[in-house]
């Protein structure tokens, strides 16, 4: 019989905002970290996938075992690019808002993006993303472009060992249920949860129900390592 503490999230956002978009699970989780990716929106964005997947796995080693990647759209990417080129990063996996191709990346219209990522368009979570997305530049969008169109497509995501829950917002515009739920299909052992009613960034549009699902996921981690 194994025993496990509880594993810490290591939280890596997308390009819709920045770290600020798990907020809501910084303070909620024992040991959560989150990872802020160059660009976004201090500094220059990555122009290759092998350095940005470094970058993840060199930041996640900095945070002790057990971890658990946790990752919205780009960032679930390269989560799972992380775990594929370090198996031993992580214990398991949480994808948000991720489907099978070129993970998305915000557009330069900011109201639009807001509008598809939360339901609140003048709440808190909304004013946030708002002041993330002003703040990254031009060049540091293209260079997400580039950087997600790199990621996935050609991974062998069968070879993916750790448990997986990937989750999807009911009412997300960008990357609906059905292109999660693809995306599932390629990985050998996950799960799928859909927030109803939650759009693109699920973890701060619907951040209690997303936490609930969190937690569950933590606490079924460390059950399986103490059942082994």
């Known amino acids: 019989m194994g025993v496990m503490s509880s594993p810490r999230p290591i939280m890596v956002h997308g390009t819709v905002g920045g770290p600020g ?12 970290a989150a990872i802020a990716l160059p660009g976004h929106p201090l ?9 940005a997947v470094g970058f993840v796995c060199e930041m996640a080693r900095r945070v002790p075992q057990p971890r658990v990647l946790v990752g919205h ?6 989560a799972l690019e992380a775990c594929l080129a370090d198996p031993g990063l992580a214990v398991g996996l949480v994808l948000v808002a991720c489907g099978p191709g070129t993970p998305p990346t915000s557009g330069d ?5 807001v509008a598809a990522s939360v339901r609140d368009a003048d709440g808190s ?15 540091n969008r293209t260079r997400a472009r580039m950087l997600a169109a790199d990621l ?17 917002g009911g009412d997300d515009p960008i990357v609906p249920p059905a292109q999660v739920e693809a995306l599932a299909t390629r990985l050998r052992s996950c ?8 759009r693109h960034l699920v973890m701060a549009d619907a951040a209690r129900e997303f936490n609930l699902l969190l937690a569950a996921f933590l606490a079924r981690v460390e059950l399986d390592a103490v059942g082994t």
């Open 21 to 32: 978009a798990f907020v809501g699970q910084e303070g909620a989780f024992a040991g959560a």
């Open 43 to 51: 500094g220059t964005g990555f122009a290759s996938a092998p350095t």
């Open 73 to 78: 759209e780009l960032g679930a990417a390269l």
């Open 109 to 113: 219209d900011v109201d639009a993006v």
């Open 125 to 139: 979570a909304a004013d946030l993303l708002r002041r993330e997305l002003g703040a990254t530049t031009a060049e």
């Open 152 to 168: 996935l497509s050609s991974s062998d995501l069968a070879a993916v060992d750790v448990p997986v829950l990937a989750v999807a």
């Open 191 to 198: 799960r799928v949860a859909v927030v109803p009613g939650a």
